[in-house]
């Protein structure tokens, strides 16, 4: 019995260290990937032509009933823009439409009914949402992914019952204001 015992602790121990080290991995590899845009801001500064920026596309999906009588059970949000830097942060501020909210022809995604959504991507992997649109409420997301491919994702939980999983697509730009000029998205 004690033999066993002392084989299951260690099995769990290991187990324990196995996840424990696969979570440190992951938050290097999103902290690794978010330096690959830091740096690219820093090489050349928005202060004139051919400045650096990210370009940013930002979708949710939201679970707002699991019910499965109700519809509709959830929306989905969309927005694009541009971060910068905030010290070795991402920061960028969105403007995103929803498929709830309907224009008064009917169309999904009405733009005359947005919310402001800011959004910081820390030098470390942390990434919080903060809803400008209701109250500045604050949340992080867990279970961050990152992708090489440009993909950050992960999940903002409103308490127990309304989970949404958000993805920000990246994407290195160079900017050319006498040629572009410096446009607010997504007019």
Partial sequence: MKKSFS???RLILAIIF??????YLEAQT??????????WVKQKPC????CHTVGAKFSGVTIKDKNVDNYPWGFIYCAEGRMGLHGNDLQGRFTAVFSDRKASDGKRFDPKKPDLIDVTIYADGRVQIMLRSWGDAVFWLQDVRCSNDGF???IIREGTTRPSMITIALRKETMHPSRDGFRDWPN
């Fill in 7 to 9: 084989a299951s602790l």
């Fill in 30 to 39: 999103c902290s690794t990937f978010i330096k690959t845009f830091t740096d």
């Fill in 18 to 23: 196995i996840i424990a080290n696969n979570i």
């Fill in 47 to 50: 202060l004139d032509e051919g």
């Fill in 152 to 154: 950050l994702s992960g």
